[in-house]
Structures are given as structure tokens and as C-alpha cells.
């Protein structure tokens, strides 16, 4: 009995310490703004200012307008620069033939332009990197409409096959490859999210665990931040919610825990998970 009363307060004392968000380098955690998104990632830049126009410059003379070429691949209906739901499309139907590997974003990037560029050299036409009418009926009839998922995926790249632990029973299947946790039950696939994990000097532990304690409004004594959604699965180990995450994404780390991007997804898991369900993480 007296080993059993030891065994439960170090438990208790592991799992209320926790864990939480620290800097990639392993320096101290401090307040920053989330990172400005470059062009070059396919995420919408932040607006600039255009340039005044140049009054020193010359001016086309009178009655000398310029003939344009036509294009033979017809009229340009998006291209770099270009965002909303049609770009969305665009990124979806090219992920569905292996051209673009990201989540759509809306926003047409380098990225998307080389997917554009790889599609049309493939299919024989002019790599402009530019979407016109002649490449786009290409990549319809090549593609199936969208569905919701696909425009807006729950991850960010796609989740990993499940690892062989994984296929039986109630299990938290988390990947730190594709930085993805799969929730399954019985071998399929309920829901995904994005996650992150500790840095290289405290990392988060590999193998097969179960949850043993949850708890929806913890906050680290250890490091007096919250964790909401907290999920216990190894000491002081948890999976749950990270606003730090959520504002920086993987410019930061925990301190071992699993990182959870999605507030709402996590708020669904937590409902679902029970004490005992089986943990998994691997590389």
C-alpha cells in the first residue's frame, strides 16, 4: 500500500508540473508577434506601400499604342499575386494529381506557380507558371470537384500512415515526421491536426503509452502557463492546447509536450478521449 501511495504522488507531482512552449534554439520563451509570412510560402504577404509613379519617365508617344501578342494558351485567369477561392481550387485539383504538396492557402505564390509550371510541362504546354483558360480546362478534366475537406484540410501536409500500433483500439496516433496526430479508433481515421513537440533538449518521449489523467483547465506549476485540454500520457507529458502555437507556429517548441494548433479539434478530442486509451508516438 505504502509503494502504491508513493507511486501515485510522483505521478501527480510529474503530471501537475507539465510542460510548455519554449523557443527552437532552447533560450527562453519570450512575447512575440506571430513571423510575417513571405511570398516564397504561399501565404498571403503583407501589404506594401506601390512605388509613386516616376514622373522623369517617358511618356509612349501619341498614336504609337503597341499591338499585344495574343496568347496561345489563351486568356491568364489567375497568376502570381492572384488569392481567393478559385486559387484555392486551383491548389486542391493540383494536390489531388501530386503537382502542389501543401494545404491550399488561397494565395498564389512561387509554390503554386511551380505547380502550374510542373502541370503545364507535363501536358506539353508553354511552363508560363501563369493559370489560363487553356491550362485550366486541362486540370478540370484531368480532376474531380473539390470537396470541403480538400479545400480546407484538417493538417498541414498530409497526415502519415498510421504505424502498426496504431490499428487496434482507441489510440492518439501521433507522427513526428509529418508533425500530424491521428485520432483512431479501430484502424480509421476520425480526425487530424497539426502538432509540434519539444526541442532537442527536452524532447518529447517515443513509444506506446496510455492517457492516465486529464485535465481541462491545467496550468503548469512548473512553468506557470495554462494547458488547456491537457491529456497526461508520460510524467509530466501531455497533449493539449497551445495559443503560442497557434500565433507562431513551428518557430517555437515545448518543453515536451504535444502542441496542438486547433482549439476547436482539440476541444472535440478532449470530449472523446477517455483515461486508458492508448498513446503512440513515433519518428
Known amino acids: 500500500m505504502v509503494g502504491l501511495a508513493l507511486l501515485g504522488m510522483t505521478a501527480a507531482t510529474a503530471a501537475t508540473a507539465g510542460c510548455e512552449v519554449r523557443p527552437a534554439d532552447g533560450a527562453s520563451a519570450a512575447p512575440s508577434s506571430p513571423p510575417r509570412a513571405k511570398a516564397s510560402d504561399d501565404a498571403k504577404p503583407a501589404a506594401r506601400h506601390s512605388p509613386s509613379p516616376d514622373a522623369s519617365s517617358p511618356s509612349p508617344r501619341a498614336g504609337t499604342t503597341p499591338t499585344p501578342t495574343p496568347d496561345p494558351q489563351g486568356t491568364t485567369l489567375m497568376a502570381s499575386g492572384s488569392q481567393g477561392k478559385q486559387v484555392r481550387e486551383l491548389q486542391a485539383r493540383l494536390r489531388q494529381i501530386g503537382h502542389f504538396d501543401r494545404s491550399p492557402t488561397g494565395y498564389y505564390g512561387t509554390l503554386t506557380a511551380a505547380a502550374v509550371r510542373s502541370f503545364q510541362g507535363k501536358r506539353g504546354l508553354s511552363r508560363t507558371g501563369r493559370t489560363d483558360t487553356v491550362t485550366w480546362q486541362k486540370l478540370l478534366g484531368m480532376t474531380h470537384e473539390p470537396t470541403a475537406a480538400e479545400l480546407n484540410p484538417p493538417t498541414t501536409v ?44 527536452t524532447p518529447t518521449r517515443e513509444g506506446t503509452f496510455s492517457v492516465y489523467w486529464k485535465s481541462r483547465h491545467h496550468v503548469s506549476t512548473l512553468y506557470h502557463t495554462a494547458m488547456p485540454y491537457a491529456m497526461f500520457f508520460s510524467g509530466g507529458q501531455a497533449v493539449h492546447y497551445s495559443a503560442d502555437f497557434a500565433a507562431r507556429g513551428y518557430s517555437g517548441a515545448s518543453h515536451g509536450c504535444v502542441n496542438v494548433r486547433d482549439e476547436g479539434r482539440i476541444a472535440s478530442l478532449f470530449a472523446q478521449v477517455k483515461t486508458g486509451d492508448k498513446v503512440v508516438v513515433f519518428g
Open 158 to 201: 498530409p497526415a502519415a500512415g498510421p504505424d502498426k500500433r496504431c490499428m487496434t483500439g482507441r489510440v492518439l496516433c501521433i507522427s513526428k515526421n509529418t508533425r500530424t496526430l491521428s485520432w483512431m479508433i479501430d484502424g480509421r481515421v476520425v480526425s487530424s491536426m497539426d502538432v509540434r513537440f519539444g526541442s532537442q533538449y
